[in-house]
């Protein structure tokens, strides 16, 4: 049996005359850029977070980006994340100028807020907390601390569109949230884009106008700005994607259920609070003989990943930061042990157990 870690065409194939007709459509509208389906993604994102805003934009990176800088966080300033993440999450930090301050996880993969406190000073702007694989941070306690020390909390949610913390979706937990639509993601577009969501209606405002160059027309900048915009084109195709993200989840979810229960006693499995609806982006384990694990995996024809294998302040980028081997040791554990298994919509409840036997197989030697 094959299974890879990733199959973006199996989806492609079972929307294919629908994303069809709509290239065709958009195409022969001649309205590439912006166009009024735009707008109507936009509607329907901001419905699906529980928002008054949702403002599209090129990437999920561009989206973190423009809320600091549409916050005015910069040079001096200090941005409180885990170090954990994607490079993204702290790269935006750094592109604004500021600086990423990182502090350590818990066994949820989510920055631990009981050490968020000691990370802030009077340099200290906002907290990013990231809802990694899918699974919400624990948004009350962050926005307790936020409040107390008047921080700004934005959500990076690029794995977690869908997922739900106490009842809420994500996205709306915060002053502001960014979502990435990479194909990646467990819900994506087919290239590069992503979206913010808000309830501040003076920051989607500010953000709409620095994210299309400054413009407040065709001919007048108002302020310094960016290009990134999403494409009518993506737009189109995300209408109909969002159709089907309610069954796409649940079958995440499903799947997910099914390693849990299959894996249980084997492997260490992921922790999801009671409170929490995640969606599994990433379905994470930790193992020992991790290299041989995904060698026999390999030669079984399983495809598996690590996300990530280097923690994000033992990178070259953060040598500046000062941090070093031990700064971290929850996050240095994890990345040492680490390994995602394959889970998309279209993966046959077969192929999860063929993965579940080989792996008890492996440990049963």
């Known amino acids: ?27 022969y509208s001649g309205n590439y850029v912006m166009g009024p389906e735009v707008v109507e993604f936009e509607a329907a994102l901001a ?4 928002v008054k805003q949702a403002i599209s934009v090129g ?32 790269g935006a930090i750094a592109a604004v100028g500021a600086t990423p301050i990182f502090v350590d996880v818990g066994e949820d993969y989510n920055i631990d807020v009981s050490l968020i406190s000691n990370a802030i000073t009077e340099k200290t702007k906002a907290i ?69 969501s808000t309830n501040d209606e003076n920051l ?45 989840t649940a079958r995440f979810q499903e799947i997910a259920d099914i390693y849990l229960n299959e894996l249980d006693g084997i492997v260490n499995l992921p922790v999801s609070p009671k409170v929490n609806s995640a969606v599994y982006h990433n379905f994470v384990i930790r193992v020992e003989d991790r290299t041989k694990l995904m060698s026999y995996l390999g030669d079984n024809n399983i495809g598996c990943k690590i996300h990530y294998p280097i923690p994000l302040h033992l990178m070259g980028c953060s040598k500046e930061l000062g941090y070093k081997k031990g700064s971290f040791p929850v996050t240095e554990k994890q990345a040492g042990s680490i390994l995602s298994l394959p889970i998309y919509p279209e993966l046959a409840n077969e192929q999860v157990l063929y993965v579940s036997q080989k792996i008890r197989e492996f440990y049963s030697e």
Not at 64 to 79: F, N, P, R, S, T
């Open 1 to 27: 049996m094959d299974v890879p870690f990733v199959n973006l065409a199996l989806q492609f194939k079972a929307l294919e005359k629908e994303l069809t007709q709509e290239f065709c459509r958009v195409g």
């Open 47 to 50: 419905k699906l977070c529980n």
């Open 59 to 90: 990437n999920g990176t561009d989206a973190l980006e423009l809320i600091l800088q549409a916050y005015g966080i910069g040079d001096g300033d200090e941005v409180i994340t885990a170090p954990n993440s994607f490079i993204a999450s702290a």
């Open 128 to 196: 990013i907390p990231v809802h990694l694989t899918g699974n919400p941070a624990d948004m009350d306690a962050i926005n307790v601390i936020a409040a107390q020390y008047g921080l700004k909390v934005i959500e990076d949610a690029a794995q977690a569109i869908g997922a739900e913390y106490k009842g809420r979706p994500v996205g709306c937990l915060s002053d502001a949230a960014a979502f990435s639509l990479h194909p990646l993601k467990n819900f994506h577009l087919l290239g590069d884009a992503g979206f913010i």
């Open 204 to 248: 989607a405002a500010h953000i709409r106008k620095i994210k299309n160059h400054g413009l407040i027309n065709r001919d007048e900048s108002a302020t310094w700005g960016r290009n990134s915009r999403l494409d009518s084109m993506q737009a189109a195709f995300g209408l109909i994607k969002l159709k089907h993200l309610s069954n796409w």
